[in-house]
């Protein structure tokens, strides 16, 4: 049960668009469309932000989407803006008996 | 509004138990997964347990599989963890999250977590 792979750092200037990746095998990101992107600031509880893969949950901005291709999933923040700096984390769906597993996390500056 | 407080956390030990609780609101208790996810100072977040909606089914990751119980109350809509054999790594700081509404395999709901030192 391994944790899924992320950049450590992403960046981009306001405006600009920045994607992280997340990759896992084919047991858990690419197994399943259960994939789930989370954004945490400082001292701050995770928030939700993308689900089963691509879906946006009410009240997340249409910048940010989510897609899959095999074993890596991809969060895409368009028009960065200075809020959207943060830590995301993916996480998927492991089977297995209904486990889990997130990814290993990825800071993202705003510059 | 749903609202998710942790509880229970402390310094322990290494070898001792700790239990920490979850009270909920705002939904209905009985009709959702609810999640311990625990995270380390300054490092990433951790997958910990699940209890199914209905309570039937329990999954644990391998780091504490054996150790650590995830139960709930539903009279109380209480949610538990207990945690035995503490070790140095299970430091972290525990939150217990709720699925999404029509999506059973995100956590759409969050605590803001309760903190747990283990050391001697």
């Known amino acids: 049960q391994s944790a899924l792979t992320q950049p450590p750092s992403a960046s981009g200037s306001p405006g600009q668009s920045v994607t992280i990746s997340c990759t896992g095998t084919s047991s858990d990101v690419g197994g399943y469309n259960y994939v789930s992107w989370y954004q945490q600031h400082p001292g701050k509880a995770p928030k939700l932000m993308i689900y089963e893969v691509s879906k946006r949950p009410s009240g997340v901005p249409d910048r940010f989407s989510g897609s899959k291709s095999g074993n890596t999933a991809s969060l895409t923040v368009s028009g960065l803006q200075a809020e959207d700096e943060g830590d995301y984390y993916c996480n998927s769906y492991a089977g297995s008996n209904n486990r889990y597993v997130f990814g290993t996390g990825t800071k993202v500056t705003v510059l | 509004q749903v609202q998710l407080v942790e509880s229970g956390g402390g310094v322990v030990q290494p070898g001792r138990s700790l239990r920490l609780s979850c009270a909920a609101s705002g939904f209905t208790f009985g009709n959702y997964a609810l999640h311990w996810v625990r995270q380390a100072p300054g490092q990433g977040l951790e997958w910990v347990a699940i209890?199914?909606?209905?309570?039937?089914?329990?999954s644990y990751a391998d780091s504490v599989k054996g150790r650590f119980t995830i139960s709930r109350d539903t009279s109380q809509n209480t949610l538990f963890l207990q945690m035995n054999s503490l070790r140095a790594e299970d430091t972290a700081l525990y939150y217990c999250a709720r699925q999404h509404t029509s999506d059973w395999s995100s956590l759409a709901h969050w605590g803001q977590g309760t903190l747990v030192i283990v050391s001697s």
């Open positions: 209890l199914s909606y209905d309570g039937s089914h329990k």
